[in-house]
């Protein structure tokens, strides 16, 4: 089941990245598209790596008592945020944040999985139903428990999760996902930017201070989703979306990223892929977490591409 896992998380990051590329190259800009496409082959060779210690792998699967649990709470994760973000009108970013902060506060054994679900539950509400977000959820918590030991350690990989849970869900349905507007040149800027500083902080919260994966993102996306709409009263709402997006590529372990520095790099590539990506599976959840999950991909791969040349030098 893990090989299963790992292709379906890879072959979903592998989609949205090419398909971003194309976009970048032949709808938006030349660069930007360079850019991903270098990313695309960093994707490429993480994931060979990684293929190659998953079949060396000796990792087993958890008891069924603590799979239950994590099911479970992908579940409750999910529903919750939709909840939240439907009937409180809060949005998708504020109660993603506040879930994940709940979790981390109380049920730190399960945090992992709940914020797992509260990535299903930013499905946009107008296109997803409570019945069809339940339905994501159980996807993604079945998910979730296969793919125990598959790339773990880089940012967004929950995400992917949810947006695999999500997509299955809208293409198993009459819903559509209908495509959104690219956004605006002037504001790519300022987006990139926000999603640099959001990756870095998220990494020293959570590695550096000490705070956890899970604390540091729910915070860093709850503030940008308070503080940002207020800033930006036209588009502070793209800028939440691509400050918590940012904060999925924080969640990295020390073993994929070294520093907040790193981190940032990450979360620039983060928010360039946003910037091109935006009318791509619109309103489906986890789509941020796995624009995140292919940045640090393929950072990671970039950096072993060059390493390996240095080294032949």
Known sequence: ???FAFCI???????LFIHTALVAFFEAHFVGGVIISLMVAGIVCSLFVEARRLRTSKISYSK???QILAFASVVSGGILTYLISAFLEVGPVVAAGLIGILGALFVKDLEIPVYCGAFVG???????????TIAASIIAGLLFVVSEGVLEGFGGRLGTIAFIGTTITVLSSPAVFVPDDLLQRELLLTAVLYSAVAAGLTFCLSVKKGH???MASGSIGLAGGIALPAIHEAHGTTFAAVVICASFVGMSSYKRLKSSLHSALAGTVAGLVFCFSTHIATGSGGKLGTIAFGAVLGLYGIERILRRFIVRE
Request: proline share 4%.
């Open 1 to 3: 089941m893990r090989v």
């Open 9 to 15: 998380l890879s072959g979903f990051t592998l989609y």
């Open 64 to 66: 069924y008592s603590k």
């Open 122 to 132: 930013m499905v946009c509400c107008t296109l997803f139903s409570v019945q069809m």
């Open 212 to 214: 956890g994966p899970v």
